[in-house]
């Protein structure tokens, strides 16, 4: 178990980290905009069923995480779309966050401001 490998007092915060792990996470890009929102007070659901998997969902609004190299060819962008509008008649609002974005940390402050105007970001 990995968790058994990462003894001794300099690896706490990697086994703090590695404790918060989800399973169902389809991505590492998923992971860290799960970790942020979860350190702003929030608890969104991991791999959300709604006729298909997305990668998180609070209340109304859907969060994806979407890497170029996963989404960069036609089938794909057409099969987002195709999701996206399928979210929207069924009355949740679909956000997607590209790596960048992630990556630099900026998953709360792209999502806070929705997440309020939909009810559904928790007050911590």
């Known amino acids: 178990m990995l968790l058994a490998r ?12 590695l ?3 989800d399973p169902r996470a389809g991505s590492l890009l998923e992971t860290i905009a799960r970790y942020d929102l979860q350190e702003a007070g929030q608890e969104p659901e991991v791999a959300a069923d709604l006729g ?5 969902l609070m209340g ?4 994806e ?4 190299a996963y989404h960069g060819d036609r ?9 996206d509008q399928s979210l929207l008649r069924r009355g949740y609002v679909p956000l997607r966050l590209t790596s960048a974005q ?3 940390r ?11 105007r939909l009810g559904c970001w928790r007050e911590s």
Do not use: K
């Open 52 to 56: 298909f998997e997305v990668d998180l």
């Open 6 to 17: 990462l003894a001794g007092p300099r690896n706490g915060r990697l086994r703090s980290l």
């Open 106 to 116: 900026q998953t709360v402050g792209l999502v806070e401001p929705v997440a309020r």
């Open 65 to 68: 995480t979407d890497g170029y």
């Open 75 to 83: 089938d794909s962008w057409e099969n987002d779309h195709w999701r």
């Open 60 to 63: 109304r609004l859907v969060i």
């Open 19 to 21: 404790r918060r792990a």
């Open 102 to 104: 992630v990556l630099s």
